[in-house]
């Protein structure tokens, strides 16, 4: 067999991956020319001809109220001669070493092959869902309380986005280019609300699937809230669209995981459909630790272990959290707790919101109160991505 190579791709090999990208996912895969600016592109080559590859690029997370680099991996494929030789996992290697060089000390990866990344140490923090509502019953169980609306991204909108996004373990902090991308994409329309014409609470993208005979289907892409009642107002707005739209899909993992659509419902039919969920792991567990927020009011010293890149041994390490801070130090203590990669990269995201969820998902620990405090200095958030790339 001829012998395989990785390299950065040329203009030449963009093209040979664009075509390469389109036959194996069965369609044109728009990122690959949007992203081009943005993004690296990794390719390999059997023969001289390109056979896999995927786009990367660096971008923040916030976790903890921090940003912290992470290398975002999107549109990878591998021909479909060459699948069933663990290709795709080489290669996601190869895309991953010039972000880490950038400074990526994360990686979010969102696959439908989870077997495989999970082999390479991702793991998925907390359920995705998309969530499918008739419009009807939204206008039947929700007001505005007289909040404005208007049509088009403002820059008050933007900043109110990171500000909500920090609320949660995961989302991303847009870069300029973040937004324009994502209209151009998905042709969306943004509405911002406010009340008494103050500043913006709340932002909400949404497009449009036309049925073949009549009305369409609202597919929802952003959803921020800075109140309940903001919320309400925007799920009103969603409801009177019900004499063209009898249903509002919110696409995977875009409505918050918090109650104040299914609290408030004046009937209880809507509709979960699970989708694959977003990815994580830690490439430099001491500098994504340091980097990281932490809860100012958690002050531990903890020895835990954490499995080895190879997988073939663990590091010991001193974890320390103090006055919104923490720093993992290398140690000879015996730990306490044990941690998988994978388990690492869920407790790192809040994605254990107890001891209880901890030790279920296999995480060892000499001791319930050394599993508990562990757990308590990463959950204060819940993990939310709503962001696709």
């Given at each position: ?204 993208s949404l497009t449009t699937k036309r049925h ?80 990281r927020g932490w809860p100012a009011d958690v ?91």
């Open positions: 067999m001829d012998t395989l190579t990785f390299t950065q791709a040329n203009d030449s090999r963009w093209q040979e991956y664009d075509d390469l990208a389109a036959r194996s996912y069965g369609h044109p895969v728009g990122d690959i020319t949007a992203l081009r600016a943005h993004a690296d592109l990794r390719v390999a080559l059997r023969d001289g001809r390109v056979v896999a590859g995927g786009l990367g690029f660096v971008v923040d997370q916030y976790f903890g109220g921090s940003p912290v680099p992470s290398a975002c991996l999107a549109a990878g494929c591998v021909a479909p001669e060459e699948r069933g030789a663990h290709l795709h996992s080489r290669m996601a290697e190869e895309r991953l070493e010039p972000l880490r060089e950038q400074g990526a000390v994360i990686s979010v990866h969102s696959t439908t092959s989870n077997g495989y990344a999970r082999r390479l140490g991702w793991e998925a923090p907390t359920p995705v869902f998309a969530w499918t509502v008739a419009t009807e019953d939204l206008n039947r169980s929700f007001t505005s309380e007289a909040f404005e609306i208007h049509a088009g991204l403002t820059e008050d909108a933007s900043d109110l986005q990171r500000v909500l996004a920090k609320q949660w373990n995961g989302p991303v902090h847009r870069p300029a280019w973040w937004a324009s991308w994502k209209e151009k994409k998905s042709a969306l329309t943004t509405y911002c609300f406010s009340r008494d014409r103050g500043s913006t609470a709340g932002l909400l073949e005979r009549h009305g369409m289907t609202l597919v929802v892409h952003d959803f921020w809230a800075a109140s309940e009642p903001t919320a309400a107002a925007m799920f009103a707005f969603l409801g009177r669209h019900n004499t063209r739209a009898a249903n509002v899909e919110f696409r995977r993992g875009a409505l918050p995981p918090y109650p104040a659509l299914l609290h408030n419902l004046h009937r209880f039919r809507p509709t979960a459909e699970s989708w694959h969920p977003w990815m994580l792991r830690i490439l430099n567990a001491p500098e994504a630790i340091r980097l002050t531990t010293q903890a020895p835990i272990e954490i499995q080895s890149e190879s997988g073939n041994s663990w590091d010991r390490w001193m974890l320390q959290v103090k006055d919104g801070k923490a720093e993992l130090t290398p140690t000879q203590i015996e730990g306490l707790v044990l941690l998988t990669r994978r388990q690492l990269a869920a407790w790192y995201a809040g994605g254990y919101r107890s001891a209880t969820s901890a030790r279920m998902a296999g995480v060892q620990a000499v001791s319930e109160k050394a599993l508990r405090t562990l757990v308590r200095a990463t959950a204060d958030l819940e993990p939310w991505l709503p962001d696709h790339f």
